[in-house]
């Protein structure tokens, strides 16, 4: 997914903003080399987000007596 920024915001801010954490942060700097300089994105910056398939986290739940 490509995102044009609107308003200026901090790169980190705009990749929070779009997954909800910055997990992936390092790959969506990898997958923009031409924003790898940028701290603020300005106006009409164009950002790839890549799609990233979910992970399910398994929780194993112990009882305290067995």
Do not use: C, R
């Amino acid at each position: 997914m490509i995102v044009e920024i609107i308003q200026e915001q901090k790169y980190d801010e705009t990749v929070f903003k779009h997954y909800g954490n910055l997990d992936n942060f390092e790959t969506v700097l990898e997958v923009n080399k031409h924003l790898v300089h940028k701290h603020v994105l300005e106006v009409g910056d164009q950002v790839e987000f890549p799609v990233f398939e979910e992970s399910s986290k398994e929780i194993k739940i112990q009882a305290l007596w067995d």
